[in-house]
């Protein structure tokens, strides 16, 4: 196909970054078949921005050039939308964290689909999103769905198992980097994990849980979703010191503890109407400064707007 | 978008949830012993250890067996139930009916000790028959992890329970449920329900007229340290509960429910903030000359007149009289119950 000058267009995508989860584990279909799945807790103190420009070579131009999984997605991307013989130059820009279960990957990779599809003038929706940003990097978060819509995701597979259609209650997040040498986690080299039938089973009491939580918009009931999702990760991906950050969660009135559960970010959830927030949360913060984390962040999950969207 | 279901297990399974009063609620099943059934012969089935035609083998007088039969009807399972002559004869000719081949352990003329004949014919049935299956509902810990569905139901349709309430015999559906609820609910109530004469919290080994609570034998699915409350109710009281649950709520349920449902419905009454479950088993029709007949009971000296109106408060399993009595077992084990001091009736308040 010859290159027009339509076809030489600049788009733009954003996307946000994420907590963790709310709930990760296995469940079961209306078939009774079993998937991994994970509920995301999104995060708007970081985003990706991305800007492409389309050109007539086949060559992608990747700057920053280690954003391997963005290639990939720009790549698909084109394909996707019948641009397969063409390139372009990816710059992305992000202030995400990385290697802590924040979601930099996705969020690159969601950024970069909704800039590539924009310059190829097409609209892409979250469903068609999922499946691009799985294909580019084998096991994404859900972050592609607008924030206000909380889904039970397919991680590997980039389907949605249930949505929720409503969204989360208000929370008040204080969250930590467990892993104080930085290191992180490459979740490309973190294997699926082969839960036991009792935790199968447990999940979807946990799944029963959370569904209940956002019909009831119900803060408490979130928490104690949100801790015993961590409590089980702990068997595969053990945050240090939990039993303690447990306690401090319960003595600071705290909903309980939420955890990325293929990072190492913990975050204490507070309901934000609760008496004496501020005290509370500088107590938490000095224990956890007393156990030599010494950077924390903290965020609210309430009415916000949305990532910029697509326009055809 | 109405349900269909896929065969009548899961029709039959499904529990039903039904307000009582405003803080009480029963989960009422039809057969609640199907949920253990399906859920032991599908773990035996993903593990290559059940075909069609192969040989189950079970010892049950009462509702797991019929519920292994129903489900071995439908997978051309062969099922051989040993049971004890208690079996009533409706039930045998139900599970006949079924498939089931049931075996009647007879020779014994002392009740006691009849559970442990019937073990040792299992043991006799299983050398002639190698390849058999066991699911073996007192000791299989996929009894309990059956139960996950009424967890599921109690999360979803309240959000939160303070207090589940159930008959105890082999330890799988209170155990099991109320280990998920903790999940989410570490503080939740967990009061079980047995009889006199059953051995499961240290009361001596006696016949017993109420069945499908209470046990001879010790099951390792009772985890005793789930338990905070344990209540003993003799046959009379359970019976004419029964009667009232059906008079005052048109639920037409057998003596396990009815248990159940006295002990519930107090400690629903004395903790009125406080969102309190009972677990229902079966239905009634199966009781319908016995429980639900006046004469039978009278035959049993079994007909009471009225409920008592409260248990009596125990410190220790030894001090339980013949009538509804509880005591605070508080997550303790068996032995650390039994072992503590008992200083005859003194009561002794920790």
Known sequence: ?312 | MRKIYPTTIEAIEAPTLIRITDNFYVVAFRLMKLLPAHFILDRAQQAGLLDIGSIIIETSSGTFGLALAMICALRGYRLILVSDPVIDTSLKRRLEELGAHVEIVSGVEAYTGIQQVRLDRIKSLQEEHPGYFWPSQYDNPHNPEAYTPVAELLVEALGHVDCLIGTVGSGGSLCGTSNYLRMLFPQLTVAGVDTHGSVLFGLPDQPRLLRGLGNSLMPKNVAHMAFDEIHWVNAAEAFLATRILHRTHALYMGGTSGAAFLVSRWWAQQHPNATVVALLPDEGYRYQDTIYNDDWLRQHNALLTQLPEQPCLVSHPHEVNENWSYMLWKRRTYEQVLHYPFLGGQSRGQ
Not at chain 1, 275 to 302: C, D, K, N, P, Y
């Open chain 1, 1 to 312: 196909m010859a290159v027009s000058e339509v076809d030489l267009k600049v788009g733009h995508g954003q996307a946000y970054a994420h907590h963790g989860e709310l709930l990760q584990g296995m469940f079961a279909d209306e078939q009774g078949y079993l998937h991994y799945g994970l509920v995301t807790l999104p995060c708007m103190l970081f985003h990706t921005e991305v800007t492409f420009t389309v050109t007539p070579n086949s060559e992608i131009i990747v700057e920053p050039a280690t954003h391997s999984k963005a290639f990939q997605a720009a790549k698909l991307t084109l394909h996707y939308c019948n641009r397969s013989g063409h390139g372009g130059h990816l710059k992305l820009n992000s202030n995400i964290p990385l290697k802590m279960g924040f979601g930099s990957s996705t969020s690159d990779v969601c950024a970069t689909i909704r800039a590539v599809a924009q310059a190829c003038s097409f609209h892409l929706l979250p469903e068609e999103i999922a499946q691009i940003a799985v294909q580019a990097e084998q096991a994404s978060d859900s972050i592609m769905f607008d924030t206000q819509q909380t889904v039970l995701f397919a991680q590997r597979e980039g389907i949605v198992l249930e949505e929720f259609h409503k969204p989360l209650p208000v929370l008040e997040i204080i969250g930590f980097n467990t892993d104080a040498t930085g290191q992180g986690i490459d979740t490309l080299t973190f294997t699926p994990i082969h839960y036991s039938h009792q935790e199968i089973e447990a999940f979807r009491v946990l799944l029963a849980g959370l569904r209940k939580a956002i019909a009831l918009h119900d803060p408490y009931l979130l928490g104690r979703v949100t801790t015993a999702s961590a409590y089980i990760n702990q068997r595969y991906l053990p945050k240090p010191h939990f039993d303690r950050l447990l306690q401090l969660a319960s003595k600071t009135g705290a909903l309980g503890l939420q955890v990325a559960h293929s990072g190492t970010i913990v975050g204490f959830l507070f309901d934000p109407e609760i008496a004496e927030l501020e005290e509370r949360v500088q107590m938490i913060l000095t224990h956890l400064f007393e156990m030599g984390f010494h950077i924390s962040h903290r965020f609210r999950t309430e009415k916000r707007t949305s990532p910029r969207k697509n326009t055809a």
